[in-house]
């Protein structure tokens, strides 16, 4: 029991460490290019330096970790503390269309006491590597439907059919029956999606006219509405 513990303890605070948001960039990056702005935030109890840098995205063809730009390089936050990462993302030019990924990485250091050069306690530090996307052109995601229905199981309402994304950009949509929120979708180029096995599901009256209605995640925007 006394083990378990410790170990609960030691993964506890392992997670505690880094906190950001948001954890996604999502915006076009070609000619004046997008900004975003990430909050930091220092949950740990000792102070922590964190280091930031950009890596090339291995898995991606097309790679924006060249037109990254980010400040600060480095900062160190308190027990409790908030600090701000601004990070801009522009070609400056015209440049292939498609979607772009590049890493942001923030990387945990100790801190260091003035008076002995000895760290403030034991700390667990680590090395989160976001992989952020863009995008440049006039591209967007184009949803295909399929087999659209909705069945009833322990009082549960289910959405049933297929999502299929046939754009050349990832899309994150807000999915609702009627007024009724079921969850949130990501859904990736090329990719087809089962709104079963996602358990798109709740305890909520049906209409006589129902709606599937798909809002963007960002611009809470209604993208579809479709009867079912």
């Known amino acids: 029991m006394k083990l ?17 948001h948001p954890t996604t960039f999502d915006k076009r990056i070609d000619f004046e290019g997008s900004y975003e702005e990430y ?6 109890n000792s ?3 964190y ?21 600060p390089r480095s900062l160190i936050l308190k027990p409790g503390e908030m600090g701000k990462i601004q990070l801009s993302i522009s070609s400056n030019s015209k440049i292939p269309e ?5 890493i942001l990485g923030i990387r945990e250091l100790p801190v ?4 002995n050069n000895k760290t403030s306690g034991v700390q667990i530090l680590t090395d989160l590597k976001l992989t952020l996307m863009g995008y440049a052109g006039e591209i967007s995601p184009k949803l295909i439907f399929k087999n659209l229905k909705i069945t009833n ?8 059919g297929l999502i299929k994304n046939s754009g050349k950009l990832r899309g994150k949509y807000e999915i609702y029956i009627n007024e009724h929120f079921l969850g949130n979708l990501r859904i990736l180029p090329g990719e087809e999606l089962d709104f079963y096995k996602m358990d798109f599901s ?27």
């Open 4 to 20: 378990f513990l410790i170990f609960f303890l030691i993964c506890q605070s392992l997670f505690a460490y880094i906190n950001i």
């Open 98 to 102: 498609g979607e772009y990924s590049g």
């Open 202 to 228: 709740g305890e909520f009256k049906l209409e006589r006219n129902n709606k599937l209605k798909i809002l963007d995640y960002t611009t809470k925007k209604l993208i579809y509405e479709i009867k079912i």
């Open 39 to 44: 909050t930091l935030v220092n949950t740990s």
């Open 153 to 160: 199981k322990k009082n549960k309402n289910i959405l049933n």
């Open 47 to 49: 102070p922590i330096m």
């Open 51 to 71: 280091r930031i840098y950009t890596e090339k995205d291995k898995n991606s063809n097309l790679n924006m970790e060249s037109f990254m730009e980010y400040y």
């Open 112 to 115: 260091f006491n003035e008076n």
